[in-house]
């Protein structure tokens, strides 16, 4: 589907549907713009925290977050 084509749906609705098709663009719009990040994603934490690493790993570590649940 392209613009002209949905431009002639867009022609054909009666004028009280307008307002309608507005609220949905708007709709699809905001829907669309939660979906982007707003900032770019970092990973500052990385590497936070290495002082752990001989204390816990990664069975210990599921086995805490079951106990968690």
């Known amino acids: 589907m392209n613009i002209s084509e949905i431009n002639s749906k867009i022609n054909r609705l009666p004028g009280y549907a307008i307002p309608e098709l507005n609220d949905y663009i708007d709709f699809l719009l ?7 990040p707003k ?5 500052k934490w990385e590497g936070g925290l290495a002082a752990l690493k001989q204390e816990y790993n990664g069975v210990s570590l599921q086995k805490k977050a079951l106990e968690w649940r």
Not at 30 to 36: F, V
């Open 30 to 36: 905001s829907k669309q713009e939660k979906r982007q």
């Open 39 to 43: 900032q770019p994603l970092h990973f």
